[in-house]
């Protein structure tokens, strides 16, 4: 990581897991109401332009946005990424999943009169992109969150249709637990900001060493189980890094 956005993040512990999201747009026919009072999640990509504003701008956010139930549950720094037919998309700096008590509650602070006071500092210091949904699956477990091999995965159905992705999820189950891969979190998207299209699925997957990724790369079964992958997606956007230091046990 290079380090003036390591000395960033850590100098915002308990601030820099929440950044409010202006212009989201809401996927045509999608509805919330199964999960009214549910707490709201995003998932931000981020890319820095002027640390020290950030920084500004984190300090003053944080006491507005814990009014409405904002905090951080993870932060990924990346070590490498693969955009598929989003080739346009740079590496980010950082990756934050952020959480609100409510989507009532993330509108409410996006409105709030402190916010809107300091919400330029958020413009002229970052540029971000990413999805805003609910947790549908997975388990946060803690341990030795250091070791761990963070994956997100934005993936975009073949056809708009599950079908093909949960017989892959079926069939590699077996495969993935051997090989230590877990489930931190499953995201239903319905909200997109920035440049990217809206995924079908965002999950937060993780192996609990790094050395697991090669041990499955070498595994007999693996070409059959990416090849499944593959025939399930119509594109991708997967990125792996570390946790940061302010989620780790």
């Given at each position: 990581m290079k380090k003036p956005i390591r000395n960033l993040l850590l100098s915002?512990?308990?601030?820099?897991?929440v950044v409010g999201l202006s212009a989201a747009h809401i996927s045509e026919g999608d509805s919330t109401t199964e999960f009214k009072d549910k707490q709201y999640y995003q998932v931000v990509m981020i890319w820095m332009?002027?640390?020290?504003?950030?920084?500004?701008?984190?300090?003053?956010?944080?006491?507005?946005?814990?009014?409405y139930g904002g905090n951080g549950e993870r932060i990924i720094s990346p070590v490498k990424s693969i955009y598929a037919g989003n080739a346009g998309i740079k590496q980010p700096d950082m990756i934050n999943i952020v959480y609100y008590d409510s989507k009532e509650a993330y509108e409410k602070f996006e409105n709030d009169p402190e916010f809107q006071k300091i919400k330029h500092l958020r413009t002229e210091s970052i540029d971000m992109a990413g999805i805003g949904g609910f947790a549908t699956e997975g388990e946060i477990k803690s341990g030795a969150v250091a070791d761990r091999l963070y994956m997100l995965e934005f993936a975009y159905f073949k056809d708009g249709n599950s079908r093909a992705y949960n017989s892959y999820k079926k069939k590699s189950k077996s495969f993935y637990e051997k090989h230590g891969l877990f489930t931190e979190r499953v995201f239903k998207p319905v909200d997109v900001f920035g440049n990217i299209e809206m995924p079908d699925r965002v999950s937060v997957l993780y192996h609990d060493r790094e050395t697991r990724k090669e041990e499955l790369q070498n595994d007999p079964r693996h070409k059959e189980i990416e090849d499944l992958y593959a025939k399930s997606i119509s594109d991708l956007i997967w990125i792996e890094g570390k946790a940061a230091f302010v989620n780790m046990d």
């Amino acid at each position: 990581m290079k380090k003036p956005i390591r000395n960033l993040l850590l100098s915002l512990t308990l601030v820099i897991g929440v950044v409010g999201l202006s212009a989201a747009h809401i996927s045509e026919g999608d509805s919330t109401t199964e999960f009214k009072d549910k707490q709201y999640y995003q998932v931000v990509m981020i890319w820095m332009k002027d640390p020290a504003k950030f920084q500004d701008y984190a300090g003053k956010m944080g006491p507005i946005v814990a009014k409405y139930g904002g905090n951080g549950e993870r932060i990924i720094s990346p070590v490498k990424s693969i955009y598929a037919g989003n080739a346009g998309i740079k590496q980010p700096d950082m990756i934050n999943i952020v959480y609100y008590d409510s989507k009532e509650a993330y509108e409410k602070f996006e409105n709030d009169p402190e916010f809107q006071k300091i919400k330029h500092l958020r413009t002229e210091s970052i540029d971000m992109a990413g999805i805003g949904g609910f947790a549908t699956e997975g388990e946060i477990k803690s341990g030795a969150v250091a070791d761990r091999l963070y994956m997100l995965e934005f993936a975009y159905f073949k056809d708009g249709n599950s079908r093909a992705y949960n017989s892959y999820k079926k069939k590699s189950k077996s495969f993935y637990e051997k090989h230590g891969l877990f489930t931190e979190r499953v995201f239903k998207p319905v909200d997109v900001f920035g440049n990217i299209e809206m995924p079908d699925r965002v999950s937060v997957l993780y192996h609990d060493r790094e050395t697991r990724k090669e041990e499955l790369q070498n595994d007999p079964r693996h070409k059959e189980i990416e090849d499944l992958y593959a025939k399930s997606i119509s594109d991708l956007i997967w990125i792996e890094g570390k946790a940061a230091f302010v989620n780790m046990d």
